[in-house]
């Protein structure tokens, strides 16, 4: 069912918060769900050209590296790029199938790939690019927010999180309900000015992502002393005159 | 967006189709009755057919065809589906109206049908162009020209079509060719406006905000997530030289407008209408396609911000 | 239903061994993960790990043994059977060693089983071996071990949870991986300010707070500077200084002296300080005392000396390292270099941390608490890979001495099991001759000239010159050298070389074309110039097509490896640890564990500790090995589980079950250390004494800091002619001004002999993250990622050639040239280039086709660095490397750019040409 569910205030909407201040760029993200992808319920993300000039292939997750100029001030971000599970997708409305759906309980935006038709207009309504073609089996293919994973009570407790944020090694991701103003993602995103992307165009996504930021320590200039012989600064004849204790 | 030969056929084969529904359903709606039965139901099978092989090239578009039907599910929000429904419509409608021009069930069941006829086809364009403009990351769709331009391009390619038709009948077309011309000129403008709104639009968001930067910062890519294309780049990231899209900008005036506009003038002013006719036909046809595409290579998605491209 | 099951074992996608849950379907890999209770990596996983799967079922994997039929370098083989391959190999190194065992060269690339590897070499009794450490980070291990007695990366990794300051010197992308990720992630969380310098802002400099663009080799002398301006303000930390380091060692000062600039001792050997509350030359030990830093003393002889640290503030207090007079050299604004020592000292001085935690020294005095100074350092390859790097990595060390952040809360910390006493182990074996193993390990630490393995003339009496005159502190051999050095010597001097894991005739190779020159020459009757060249690999790399034998490994998903105690553990600063890899899968080709073989050819070859005295093979398996074998009573490659009951640490009695006692703990073993023994390591009694008592060092007495290091000057002092060792006349220059016991800095070497004019940009590499360490070019996903690479350069640079991103340049250097596209960026020294390294590949290898875009669009910066510096007229030519350790000095590059004509063909240049292996089934007869 492609109209979307009705969405109140404390209604549960999971998604992810992504620190780009400590995001490497190291695609461990990317490469762990292509791998949980790869096996997960939802069938095989394909890979075209393995071995050959065109190398290619479906992932959830890809990640860039910017630079970015401020006031001629410029530094390397990078950025992983997947579905943000909006509040709003017209990924889900333009489907004509019912194929694409979000779910009502939390929020989470999927694919049923057994009905998909592989018409590709949810990955044209998708201003994120989020949405992959599955040249093999003809449907389309997203980030799954490892739905697979979250609710396995076979998993323990903790392991159940998306493979992206289990996997990352700074830390950089985090899974959670920001519905829910009080949870740890809320609480991040509103102490340190999370962000969503492309606002203005009104598809409300879930997910957001943290600015980078500059860590700056005040420090007062060290003095420069008048040199004494042998080139020993007062400074440091004072510090040594007094008496030392091994 | 990547013109696919799929997508360029339906849209191009459905306006004509349409398009040629609308004029005969419109003439009858209109009091005016098709000269001969016969001309009524030949029209009508020549645009069905034309429907349906635009719709059979749209079925090249979809990964797993066999589930094409599943697409009549979601009228409800999707303007595909709903193409989809209006599409299917159209047969039995179209078919009916037929069915009372061979049989002569008179005036109003005649007039009601072909309003019908006219309607849902022109009703079938409109979802097909809302398909395009109801997608937000697309500026150059996702405006009002668009399905005001379809419907144009349906009645203007729907008109040369009948005409065509109307001289292959009768030997002559003098006054469907007269439409055409005008419906060429109002395409034209039409055609014209739209470039002149795309051109003047400005992206619809910077590199900086599709990464949840402020506007003020400059971003500029280091690195990609892959080298060789991959879907998004092939299907989002199509792009067509500025100077390659003018030169088909002029090209698509000349074909699909000012030769069938002269050669329709021609048929609606000489004894040579047949020839005028196919002519502006056969012209119409390949400028709608150019226009199609171009109307598709030009389309740029904002998803192909995060690949530095500029939208 | 799938039967699915999970296996924990470790990680071989590259050298940082994080623990692995690996889940089969149906015994088909499904899915690996990270080991969240696993003290390496906690559960988080890198590209390269979650990638294995793609490794393990590689079309690369080499099939079976093969036997070189074609000419070499054509890849013309045919598989033959394991027996057939173990009797060419046995009897072709039984005839060697019974003759000369050196020569056998045997050199391992990232070989993570050096501890039986080298044991091999010890027991065959060749000098000849070294691992890939030598063209990696030996300039750390070497700078590290003999002033801290630990290192970077591996033996020591900075305080994640305390620092304030931490300070990124070089490219460090790659040493190592998820660790450093997961620090870097906890200290931007706390909210620590990150300083990187280093040529390129990419990755971990990336997210750096501030990002210092250096010009490639000059991190020393920025670093002095620094140095200098903490010194100017007085801004050190006396108090650690006297305590902890010989700062207050008394220095010989009588130049001209046999003894001049050696530390003052007494009849037992201990150092000797004056005490200002005595006013006499004392133990420097002693504890009460008031060591003199500065001054100048008498002693009872009539000697001179000086405190070792008077010498160090009179260097660098020179005016020659003020900001002012290093900025331009380093690419820096002397403001900057200011504020950095100022930022440096603020938080070291003024935001201690200090940890209410008691502890003991080893003077016995108790500490109520622990002082730290929570500025942390850590650096990896960009400083390494220059001729000067074991003086700037030297230079970072006293750096981190001088502000007490050597093992303290919130600064650098060792890794157990170290620290160990400086310089760190025994000095290197030399041979014994024919049919004899060595004394000890090929490889050591000397302390001096008698250390050194040199010939009566001085020359190296090792292939690559290691511990000689041209690298003394080559504590890891010169692996870069092993090809072209065996190449000159001629068949005479090496008859056989085994490379195990090393891309030696590619990306692992300076200059790869030569190389692979010298790899197929035959002299006038048709003889190989190298005769005998054994690879052993688990995929068909470039070197393999250069084999005469060819031994196949299997995916570390297949087999049993240690990770030891022995070799390069994966303890942390909590405490020591060991782990092991169990066979997850089964193996569906006929390959043989690398481990398995070398301890089969082991007993074949009747080596003592691999077979008996009647020459019957002592271990069945690696694994048996692994549990069986002691190195030393008590002491064997795994410190976990030992004892008949398994409950002894470090040492204790070979438990039979121990393998079973991993795999049930995860496949790792750790032992956490008590809060008071966790920092102060070096001087930390209860620390030193369950070090001890675990086996890992002989003593337990405190290790002291060397900020002088004298056993440079002893070999500085031969070469002034003293001393019944002297270097030869060629070398006595060189060895005088680059063995200073202080860090000095240098022009990187062939930088200093190229004309800046013509090559005027530094060109470096770096290892992509997602690939780093890993043979990633064949893996299905990580190719995706990146197949081909570019040449980075400033926008200012690119503007300057008239290029644009994507568009053809040629590069030259003074060794060649080579042709790629070019992509622009901001985050880059003005005056360097830089690329991922090893993404470019011969056509026809790795199994790829020959469309691949790493053949025609990737390209190797290798093609234009050169293993020899500039020639004079030596009779023996320079290695490219650091004079002092044999460092392969792949960063001292320098190049010029220009832009390709347009018509040029859009492909990477050199193209050695194609030589896919193509192998004959077994059955077909060889001619």
Same mark, same amino acid.
């Given at each position: 069912?492609?109209?979307?569910?009705?969405?109140?205030?404390?209604?549960?909407?999971?998604?992810?918060?992504?620190?780009?201040?400590?995001?490497?760029?190291?695609?461990?993200?990317?490469?762990?769900?292509?791998?949980?992808?790869?096996?997960?319920?939802?069938?095989?993300?394909?890979?075209?050209?393995?071995?050959?000039?065109?190398?290619?292939?479906?992932?959830?997750?890809?990640?860039?590296?910017?630079?970015?100029?401020?006031?001629?001030?410029?530094?390397?971000?990078?950025?992983?790029?997947?579905?943000?599970?909006?509040?709003?997708?017209?990924?889900?409305?333009?489907?004509?199938?019912?194929?694409?759906?979000?779910?009502?309980?939390?929020?989470?935006?999927?694919?049923?790939?057994?009905?998909?038709?592989?018409?590709?207009?949810?990955?044209?309504?998708?201003?994120?690019?989020?949405?992959?073609?599955?040249?093999?089996?003809?449907?389309?293919?997203?980030?799954?927010?490892?739905?697979?994973?979250?609710?396995?009570?076979?998993?323990?407790?903790?392991?159940?999180?998306?493979?992206?944020?289990?996997?990352?090694?700074?830390?950089?991701?985090?899974?959670?309900?920001?519905?829910?103003?009080?949870?740890?993602?809320?609480?991040?995103?509103?102490?340190?000015?999370?962000?969503?992307?492309?606002?203005?165009?009104?598809?409300?996504?879930?997910?957001?992502?943290?600015?980078?930021?500059?860590?700056?320590?005040?420090?007062?200039?060290?003095?420069?002393?008048?040199?004494?012989?042998?080139?020993?600064?007062?400074?440091?004849?004072?510090?040594?005159?007094?008496?030392?204790?091994? | 967006?990547?013109?696919?030969?799929?997508?360029?056929?339906?849209?191009?084969?459905?306006?004509?189709?349409?398009?040629?529904?609308?004029?005969?359903?419109?003439?009858?709606?209109?009091?005016?009755?098709?000269?001969?039965?016969?001309?009524?139901?030949?029209?009508?099978?020549?645009?069905?057919?034309?429907?349906?092989?635009?719709?059979?090239?749209?079925?090249?578009?979809?990964?797993?065809?066999?589930?094409?039907?599943?697409?009549?599910?979601?009228?409800?929000?999707?303007?595909?589906?709903?193409?989809?429904?209006?599409?299917?419509?159209?047969?039995?409608?179209?078919?009916?109206?037929?069915?009372?021009?061979?049989?002569?069930?008179?005036?109003?069941?005649?007039?009601?049908?072909?309003?019908?006829?006219?309607?849902?086809?022109?009703?079938?364009?409109?979802?097909?162009?809302?398909?395009?403009?109801?997608?937000?990351?697309?500026?150059?769709?996702?405006?009002?020209?668009?399905?005001?331009?379809?419907?144009?391009?349906?009645?203007?390619?729907?008109?040369?079509?009948?005409?065509?038709?109307?001289?292959?009948?009768?030997?002559?077309?003098?006054?469907?060719?007269?439409?055409?011309?005008?419906?060429?000129?109002?395409?034209?403008?039409?055609?014209?406006?739209?470039?002149?709104?795309?051109?003047?639009?400005?992206?619809?968001?910077?590199?900086?905000?599709?990464?949840?930067?402020?506007?003020?910062?400059?971003?500029?890519?280091?690195?990609?997530?892959?080298?060789?294309?991959?879907?998004?780049?092939?299907?989002?990231?199509?792009?067509?030289?500025?100077?390659?899209?003018?030169?088909?900008?002029?090209?698509?005036?000349?074909?699909?407008?000012?030769?069938?506009?002269?050669?329709?003038?021609?048929?609606?002013?000489?004894?040579?209408?047949?020839?005028?006719?196919?002519?502006?036909?056969?012209?119409?046809?390949?400028?709608?396609?150019?226009?199609?595409?171009?109307?598709?290579?030009?389309?740029?998605?904002?998803?192909?911000?995060?690949?530095?491209?500029?939208? | 239903?799938?039967?699915?099951?999970?296996?924990?074992?470790?990680?071989?996608?590259?050298?940082?061994?994080?623990?692995?849950?690996?889940?089969?379907?149906?015994?088909?890999?499904?899915?690996?993960?990270?080991?969240?209770?696993?003290?390496?990596?906690?559960?988080?996983?890198?590209?390269?790990?979650?990638?294995?799967?793609?490794?393990?079922?590689?079309?690369?994997?080499?099939?079976?043994?093969?036997?070189?039929?074609?000419?070499?370098?054509?890849?013309?083989?045919?598989?033959?059977?394991?027996?057939?391959?173990?009797?060419?190999?046995?009897?072709?190194?039984?005839?060697?060693?019974?003759?000369?065992?050196?020569?056998?060269?045997?050199?391992?690339?990232?070989?993570?089983?050096?501890?039986?590897?080298?044991?091999?070499?010890?027991?065959?009794?060749?000098?000849?071996?070294?691992?890939?450490?030598?063209?990696?980070?030996?300039?750390?291990?070497?700078?590290?071990?003999?002033?801290?007695?630990?290192?970077?990366?591996?033996?020591?990794?900075?305080?994640?949870?305390?620092?304030?300051?931490?300070?990124?010197?070089?490219?460090?992308?790659?040493?190592?991986?998820?660790?450093?990720?997961?620090?870097?992630?906890?200290?931007?969380?706390?909210?620590?300010?990150?300083?990187?310098?280093?040529?390129?802002?990419?990755?971990?400099?990336?997210?750096?707070?501030?990002?210092?663009?250096?010009?490639?080799?000059?991190?020393?002398?920025?670093?002095?500077?620094?140095?200098?301006?903490?010194?100017?303000?007085?801004?050190?930390?006396?108090?650690?200084?006297?305590?902890?380091?010989?700062?207050?060692?008394?220095?010989?000062?009588?130049?001209?002296?046999?003894?001049?600039?050696?530390?003052?001792?007494?009849?037992?050997?201990?150092?000797?300080?004056?005490?200002?509350?005595?006013?006499?030359?004392?133990?420097?030990?002693?504890?009460?005392?008031?060591?003199?830093?500065?001054?100048?003393?008498?002693?009872?002889?009539?000697?001179?000396?000086?405190?070792?640290?008077?010498?160090?503030?009179?260097?660098? !207090? &020179?005016?020659? @390292? #003020?900001? +002012? %007079?290093?900025?331009?050299?380093? $690419?820096?604004?002397?403001?900057? *270099?200011? =504020?950095?020592?100022?930022?440096?000292?603020?938080?070291?001085?003024?935001?201690?941390?200090?940890?209410?935690?008691?502890?003991?020294?080893?003077?016995?005095?108790?500490?109520?608490?622990?002082?730290?100074?929570?500025?942390?350092?850590?650096?990896?390859?960009?400083?390494?890979?220059?001729?000067?790097?074991?003086?700037?990595?030297?230079?970072?060390?006293?750096?981190?001495?001088?502000?007490?952040?050597?093992?303290?809360?919130?600064?650098?910390?060792?890794?157990?099991?170290?620290?160990?006493?400086?310089?760190?182990?025994?000095?290197?074996?030399?041979?014994?001759?024919?049919?004899?193993?060595?004394?000890?390990?090929?490889?050591?630490?000397?302390?001096?000239?008698?250390?050194?393995?040199?010939?009566?003339?001085?020359?190296?009496?090792? !292939? &690559?010159?290691? @511990? #000689?005159? +041209? %690298?003394?502190?080559?504590?890891? $051999?010169?692996?870069?050298?092993? *090809?072209? =050095?065996?190449?000159?010597?001629?068949?005479?001097?090496?008859?056989?070389?085994?490379?195990?894991?090393?891309?030696?005739?590619?990306?692992?190779?300076?200059?790869?074309?030569?190389?692979?020159?010298?790899?197929?020459?035959?002299?006038?009757?048709?003889?190989?110039?190298?005769?005998?060249?054994?690879?052993?690999?688990?995929?068909?790399?470039?070197?393999?097509?250069?084999?005469?034998?060819?031994?196949?490994?299997?995916?570390?998903?297949?087999?049993?490896?240690?990770?030891?105690?022995?070799?390069?553990?994966?303890?942390?600063?909590?405490?020591?640890?060991?782990?092991?890899?169990?066979?997850?899968?089964?193996?569906?080709?006929?390959?043989?564990?690398?481990?398995?073989?070398?301890?089969?050819?082991?007993?074949?070859?009747?080596?003592?500790?691999?077979?008996?005295?009647?020459?019957?093979?002592?271990?069945?398996?690696?694994?048996?090995?692994?549990?069986?074998?002691? =190195?030393?009573?008590?002491?064997?490659?795994?410190?976990?589980?030992?004892?008949?009951?398994?409950?002894?640490?470090?040492?204790?009695?070979?438990?039979?079950?121990?393998?079973?006692?991993?795999?049930?703990?995860?496949?790792?073993?750790?032992?956490?250390?008590?809060?008071?023994?966790?920092?102060?390591?070096?001087?930390?009694?209860?620390?030193?004494?369950?070090?001890?008592?675990?086996?890992?060092?002989?003593?337990?007495?405190?290790?002291?800091?060397?900020?002088?290091?004298?056993?440079?000057?002893?070999?500085?002092?031969?070469?002034?002619?003293?001393?019944?060792?002297?270097?030869?006349?060629?070398?006595?220059?060189?060895?005088?001004?680059?063995?200073?016991?202080?860090?000095?800095?240098?022009?990187?070497?062939?930088?200093?002999?190229?004309?800046?004019?013509?090559?005027?940009?530094?060109?470096?590499?770096?290892?992509?993250?997602?690939?780093?360490?890993?043979?990633?070019?064949?893996?299905?996903?990580?190719?995706?990622?990146?197949?081909?690479?570019?040449?980075?350069?400033?926008?200012?640079?690119?503007?300057?050639?008239?290029?644009?991103?994507?568009?053809?340049?040629?590069?030259?250097?003074?060794?060649?040239?080579?042709?790629?596209?070019?992509?622009?960026?901001?985050?880059?020294?003005?005056?360097?280039?830089?690329?991922?390294?090893?993404?470019?590949?011969?056509?026809?290898?790795?199994?790829?086709?020959?469309?691949?875009?790493?053949?025609?669009?990737?390209?190797?910066?290798?093609?234009?660095?050169?293993?020899?510096?500039?020639?004079?007229?030596?009779?023996?030519?320079?290695?490219?490397?650091?004079?002092?350790?044999?460092?392969?000095?792949?960063?001292?590059?320098?190049?010029?750019?220009?832009?390709?004509?347009?018509?040029?063909?859009?492909?990477?240049?050199?193209?050695?040409?194609?030589?896919?292996?193509?192998?004959?089934?077994?059955?077909?007869?060889?001619?």
């Amino acid at each position: 069912m492609t109209m979307l569910p009705r969405s109140t205030p404390g209604s549960r909407k999971l998604g992810l918060v992504i620190d780009l201040d400590t995001c490497v760029g190291c695609h461990a993200c990317a490469v762990n769900c292509k791998e949980w992808n790869t096996g997960g319920e939802k069938g095989v993300l394909p890979d075209y050209d393995k071995y050959g000039g065109q190398p290619d292939g479906v992932w959830f997750n890809r990640i860039h590296s910017y630079e970015t100029t401020e006031s001629g001030c410029s530094r390397t971000v990078n950025f992983p790029r997947s579905c943000l599970h909006c509040e709003n997708p017209l990924c889900v409305t333009v489907c004509p199938t019912g194929a694409s759906y979000k779910r009502a309980d939390d929020g989470i935006v999927l694919v049923d790939t057994d009905l998909c038709i592989g018409c590709k207009l949810c990955s044209w309504a998708c201003p994120y690019g989020a949405r992959e073609f599955d040249e093999d089996e003809g449907v389309m293919r997203k980030c799954t927010l490892c739905v697979d994973r979250i609710y396995d009570e076979s998993l323990p407790e903790a392991e159940r999180e998306p493979a992206c944020v289990a996997t990352c090694p700074a830390r950089a991701r985090h899974f959670g309900d920001l519905g829910d103003p009080e949870s740890e993602v809320s609480k991040l995103v509103a102490e340190r000015g999370g962000r969503e992307l492309l606002g203005e165009l009104g598809y409300r996504p879930t997910n957001r992502y943290l600015p980078p930021r500059r860590a700056t320590i005040a420090a007062a200039p060290l003095e420069a002393p008048a040199q004494t012989g042998r080139g020993i600064g007062a400074a440091l004849l004072g510090l040594l005159d007094r008496a030392l204790s091994r | 967006m990547n013109p696919a030969a799929s997508v360029l056929l339906l849209t191009t084969l459905t306006g004509f189709a349409y398009g040629l529904l609308a004029w005969i359903g419109g003439f009858a709606a209109a009091g005016v009755p098709p000269r001969s039965p016969g001309f009524a139901v030949v029209g009508v099978v020549i645009a069905l057919m034309a429907a349906s092989a635009g719709l059979f090239a749209s079925m090249w578009h979809l990964g797993r065809k066999e589930r094409a039907w599943r697409a009549f599910s979601q009228w409800r929000s999707s303007w595909l589906s709903r193409e989809g429904v209006a599409a299917v419509l159209v047969y039995p409608i179209a078919a009916g109206f037929a069915a009372a021009a061979w049989f002569d069930f008179g005036g109003t069941a005649m007039r009601a049908l072909g309003a019908l006829t006219a309607v849902a086809s022109l009703a079938t364009v409109y979802c097909t162009a809302m398909i395009y403009a109801s997608l937000k990351p697309i500026r150059q769709w996702h405006n009002p020209h668009t399905a005001t331009d379809y419907l144009i391009f349906a009645i203007y390619s729907g008109a040369a079509l009948y005409a065509t038709l109307h001289a292959l009948a009768f030997g002559h077309a003098r006054r469907a060719a007269a439409i055409t011309a005008a419906a060429a000129v109002i395409a034209w403008f039409a055609k014209q406006a739209y470039w002149r709104y795309v051109d003047g639009q400005t992206p619809l968001a910077t590199l900086a905000a599709a990464i949840g930067l402020p506007e003020s910062i400059e971003a500029r890519p280091l690195d990609s997530p892959h080298f060789t294309e991959n879907y998004i780049l092939r299907e989002m990231g199509f792009r067509v030289a500025r100077r390659h899209a003018a030169k088909l900008r002029r090209l698509t005036l000349l074909i699909a407008f000012l030769l069938p506009f002269g050669f329709s003038m021609i048929a609606s002013l000489t004894p040579w209408s047949l020839v005028a006719c196919t002519l502006a036909l056969a012209f119409a046809a390949v400028g709608m396609f150019v226009e199609r595409w171009l109307f598709f290579a030009e389309a740029t998605h904002v998803s192909a911000l995060y690949y530095g491209r500029t939208i | 239903m799938p039967a699915r099951s999970v296996a924990r074992t470790t990680c071989y996608m590259c050298a940082c061994r994080c623990g692995i849950k690996v889940h089969l379907e149906d015994g088909k890999l499904r899915y690996i993960e990270g080991n969240r209770d696993h003290p390496v990596n906690r559960g988080v996983l890198c590209a390269k790990g979650s990638a294995g799967i793609m490794t393990a079922i590689s079309p690369a994997r080499l099939t079976s043994p093969l036997k070189r039929v074609g000419p070499r370098g054509s890849g013309e083989f045919v598989a033959i059977s394991w027996d057939e391959a173990m009797s060419i190999a046995t009897e072709r190194l039984a005839a060697i060693r019974r003759d000369d065992p050196n020569r056998l060269a045997f050199y391992t690339g990232r070989d993570q089983s050096q501890s039986l590897t080298g044991h091999f070499a010890r027991m065959f009794g060749t000098i000849n071996f070294a691992a890939h450490g030598g063209f990696c980070s030996v300039n750390m291990a070497a700078a590290g071990l003999y002033s801290l007695g630990g290192a970077f990366w591996e033996f020591g990794e900075p305080d994640w949870e305390y620092a304030r300051l931490f300070l990124l010197f070089g490219v460090a992308e790659d040493h190592d991986s998820n660790p450093i990720k997961l620090g870097l992630g906890r200290l931007k969380e706390r909210g620590a300010k990150v300083i990187s310098i280093n040529p390129v802002r990419t990755g971990y400099s990336a997210i750096a707070d501030e990002f210092i663009a250096i010009r490639p080799g000059t991190d020393g002398l920025l670093v002095l500077s620094l140095i200098h301006c903490l010194l100017a303000a007085g801004k050190i930390d006396a108090e650690f200084l006297v305590r902890y380091t010989n700062a207050h060692h008394l220095v010989v000062e009588s130049p001209g002296a046999a003894d001049h600039g050696l530390v003052v001792r007494d009849d037992a050997g201990r150092p000797l300080a004056h005490d200002r509350r005595s006013a006499s030359i004392v133990d420097a030990a002693a504890t009460g005392i008031d060591p003199a830093l500065l001054g100048e003393y008498a002693l009872p002889d009539g000697r001179r000396a000086r405190p070792a640290f008077a010498l160090l503030a009179e260097r660098y !207090l &020179d005016p020659r @390292y #003020s900001p +002012e %007079a290093v900025a331009e050299r380093c $690419g820096i604004e002397a403001a900057t *270099i200011r =504020r950095v020592a100022a930022e440096i000292a603020e938080v070291a001085f003024n935001q201690p941390v200090i940890l209410a935690q008691g502890w003991t020294d080893t003077a016995g005095r108790r500490h109520e608490s622990m002082l730290g100074r929570p500025v942390a350092m850590h650096a990896m390859r960009g400083i390494s890979a220059h001729s000067n790097g074991f003086h700037s990595c030297r230079a970072i060390h006293v750096l981190q001495m001088l502000i007490g952040a050597v093992d303290t809360p919130g600064s650098w910390r060792y890794k157990s099991p170290y620290p160990k006493p400086v310089p760190g182990g025994p000095p290197p074996a030399g041979p014994r001759g024919p049919g004899m193993p060595l004394d000890g390990a090929p490889l050591g630490f000397p302390r001096g000239p008698e250390d050194l393995l040199v010939d009566e003339t001085g020359e190296a009496l090792r !292939l &690559d010159g290691a @511990y #000689s005159w +041209e %690298a003394p502190l080559a504590i890891h $051999g010169l692996m870069h050298l092993a *090809i072209a =050095r065996a190449y000159e010597a001629g068949p005479e001097k090496v008859d056989t070389l085994f490379l195990f894991m090393a891309n030696m005739a590619w990306n692992s190779a300076m200059n790869p074309g030569e190389t692979t020159r010298m790899l197929s020459e035959c002299d006038a009757s048709g003889n190989y110039r190298i005769p005998f060249v054994i690879v052993a690999d688990a995929f068909a790399s470039e070197t393999v097509a250069y084999a005469d034998l060819v031994l196949p490994d299997t995916t570390y998903l297949e087999r049993h490896d240690c990770i030891s105690l022995l070799d390069r553990p994966i303890g942390s600063a909590h405490g020591p640890a060991d782990a092991i890899r169990v066979p997850v899968l089964p193996l569906d080709r006929d390959v043989r564990p690398f481990q398995e073989v070398l301890i089969d050819l082991g007993g074949r070859l009747g080596l003592p500790d691999f077979a008996d005295a009647n020459g019957k093979p002592l271990y069945s398996s690696y694994a048996d090995y692994i549990v069986r074998h002691q =190195r030393k009573p008590g002491i064997g490659p795994l410190a976990g589980f030992r004892g008949e009951d398994g409950s002894a640490i470090g040492k204790g009695a070979p438990n039979p079950e121990q393998l079973q006692r991993y795999v049930e703990n995860g496949t790792f073993w750790s032992h956490h250390l008590p809060p008071e023994q966790l920092y102060y390591k070096h001087a930390n009694r209860d620390y030193l004494s369950g070090s001890k008592a675990m086996g890992f060092i002989d003593q337990d007495a405190q290790i002291v800091l060397q900020l002088y290091c004298e056993p440079l000057q002893r070999l500085r002092l031969a070469a002034e002619g003293h001393g019944p060792r002297q270097p030869p006349a060629r070398l006595r220059a060189r060895i005088a001004s680059y063995c200073d016991p202080l860090p000095i800095w240098y022009v990187p070497l062939e930088e200093s002999m190229t004309e800046r004019d013509r090559y005027p940009l530094h060109a470096i590499t770096q290892r992509p993250m997602a690939m780093y360490h890993s043979w990633g070019s064949q893996n299905a996903w990580l190719r995706q990622i990146l197949p081909e690479n570019r040449l980075y350069l400033h926008h200012d640079r690119a503007a300057e050639i008239g290029v644009e991103d994507d568009d053809w340049v040629r590069v030259y250097s003074r060794n060649g040239s080579l042709k790629c596209q070019v992509r622009t960026m901001s985050g880059v020294n003005r005056d360097t280039v830089w690329t991922w390294n090893a993404i470019g590949k011969r056509a026809g290898a790795w199994a790829l086709a020959l469309d691949a875009p790493e053949f025609h669009r990737g390209f190797l910066l290798n093609h234009v660095i050169s293993e020899y510096l500039p020639a004079k007229d030596d009779p023996i030519r320079f290695s490219n490397s650091d004079p002092v350790t044999g460092q392969a000095a792949w960063f001292d590059l320098t190049v010029r750019i220009e832009r390709c004509e347009p018509d040029e063909p859009a492909e990477t240049a050199p193209q050695p040409g194609a030589n896919p292996l193509r192998v004959r089934p077994k059955t077909e007869k060889t001619p």
